[in-house]
């Protein structure tokens, strides 16, 4: 059986052969969920390690090329999301456009990325408040936030919206103060704490445009889409949005610009503030730069702001895991336990399993972070590109299909401009980033782990469809049979 044998043959999918869940979310917390899911360690602490590769000016560049890249993929998935505003958006537009086998793979790649990165964050909010409590084991912190997030996600999707409208916030207004004080601090307006002359923008020269070539920008590519990621959850909630044909796109729009503006700006005070040799032994950049600033309690209010970083990420995480696992239980591919839903709409049972896999994401980084939780890293780092892959190459089905209907792009609520450039670009751009894994023996490993995992998810999809189906032609005959 090929893959085409089992792609639906059936038009577009319509909003209304999907039973729908609640649809309380707004533009202000679609747009917050997508800032909240980018904002998090990605920005707060590789950009050290980026700026030690590539130098200031190159790291610049780098962020501006993920910036890029993460708009190219928004206007796909935005097309796809206002044409079919469904709930675990990926596995449906993959499944529909490319193939059952790439749907079903999509999935577990990012089902496996959001349940490890809730596991890492429960990880990191246990060691946040640590640094204030420190005879306070982790696990109990642990604990604490697992119940706090499981709550936020298991009433109603309204409590989870608001709250990571709140968590997100507190991270946006930081970057603001963040940009502000460290431009006047650039400028010589604040005077540095170790009394040194103001830098200007010096730093960003500072040794040539490339001191280390142009090879380091290639490596960083996949370190740089990684702190990008979580844009694309503005496709998971697509389907408990209110009015997605307006919300879905001024969410695209607003939330690329202001991702610009944010991880662009605060590069360049960073790059400015921090030299090379410097920004590469780091831990944090941000720490060091709110010190040189002069701002009190630097440390105390950096560790609230991870603190409350790695809360939202597990939140969000744990949120689009629970639509994955749901949106594959809805399709046979699961349990049909895994798809149930409370008097709400919200998939408990999709989220408790998420949940499970994020506690024993955390047990591995504890007592196996050599072995399994490394392979888990390696696979989420290849998995984010890999997912923005499919976006582009299901929006290129997609106008494919709509031509074969008799459509045009005219005809949708919304639709990308520049079609086929869009999605064309995307596509290079991100196996461009593939490619830069073979260059760095310590990234390399996301392809050994990545690759064979999503070929065995190839391979078992239709030994697992065969099943499904079987069971589905039982029901329909013991059906028959009754009538």
């Known amino acids: 059986m090929t893959e085409a044998d089992l792609t639906p043959k059936a038009p577009l999918v319509r909003e209304d052969e999907h039973p729908q869940f609640e649809r309380t979310m707004k533009a202000r917390h679609l747009i917050m969920l997508s800032l909240g899911g980018v904002i998090g360690t990605g920005l707060f602490f590789n950009t050290g390690f980026v700026i030690g590769q590539t130098g200031a000016f190159g790291t610049v560049v780098a ?27 990926f596995h449906l537009y993959a499944t529909t456009f490319i193939g059952p086998r790439t749907g079903f793979t999509v999935a577990w790649l990012y089902w496996v990325t959001c349940t490890v990165s809730v596991g890492t964050s429960l990880t990191g909010a246990g060691l946040a408040m640590q640094y204030w409590f420190p005879n306070v084991d982790v696990w109990i912190w642990c604990l604490f936030y697992c119940l706090l997030i499981l709550a936020m996600n298991v009433f109603t999707t309204k409590f989870f919206a608001e709250g990571e409208f709140i968590f997100s916030l507190i991270k946006v207004i930081t970057i603001q103060v963040f940009i502000i004080a460290g431009g006047l601090a650039v400028f010589g307006v604040i005077p540095l704490s170790d009394g040194s002359p103001a830098p200007y923008f010096s ?25 990008f990621s979580g844009t694309e959850l503005i496709g998971v909630a697509a389907g408990e949005t209110q009015n997605p044909e307006k919300v879905i796109p001024m969410a695209v729009r607003t939330t690329v610009v202001r991702l610009v503006l944010f991880f662009i700006g605060t590069i360049v005070i960073l790059a400015a503030l921090l030299p090379m040799e410097e920004a590469s032994i780091l831990k944090s950049p941000f720490v060091t730069v709110f010190e040189r600033i002069g701002i009190p309690y630097a440390a105390d209010l950096f560790n609230f702001v991870i603190l409350t970083a790695v809360i939202s990420a597990a939140n969000s995480n744990l949120y689009a895991a629970g639509r994955m696992i749901w949106a594959l239980a809805h399709d046979g591919m699961l349990p049909a336990w895994a798809s149930k839903r409370t008097k709400r709409g919200l998939p408990v049972n999709a989220i408790m399993l998420s949940m499970l896999g994020g506690w024993l994401a955390l047990f591995t980084s504890v007592f196996a972070a050599d072995t399994v939780f490394v392979v888990l890293t390696a696979i989420v780092g290849f998995s984010v590109v890999a997912v923005w892959i499919a976006i582009s190459v299901a929006h290129i089905g997609f106008r494919r299909q709509l031509k074969a209907e008799g459509k045009s792009a005219s005809d949708l609520a919304w639709h990308s401009p520049l079609f086929p450039v869009v999605p064309v670009l995307a596509i290079i751009l991100c196996s461009v980033a593939f490619i830069g894994l073979l260059f760095d023996p310590e990234q390399r490993l996301a392809l050994y782990f990545g690759v064979p995992f999503a070929a065995a998810c190839m391979i078992l999809y239709p030994v697992i469809a065969r099943r499904r189906d079987a069971r589905r032609e039982a029901a329909r005959l013991a059906e028959a049979g009754r009538h």
């Open 63 to 89: 962020y501006l090329i993920g910036a890029l890249v993460v708009y190219l993929v928004m206007l796909s998935m935005g097309e796809l999301c206002v044409a079919m505003p469904q709930t675990g958006s």
């Open 203 to 227: 730093n960003l020269t500072e040794g040539g445009l490339f001191p280390k070539g142009l090879l380091p920008l290639l490596t960083t590519m996949i370190a740089v889409n990684f702190a």
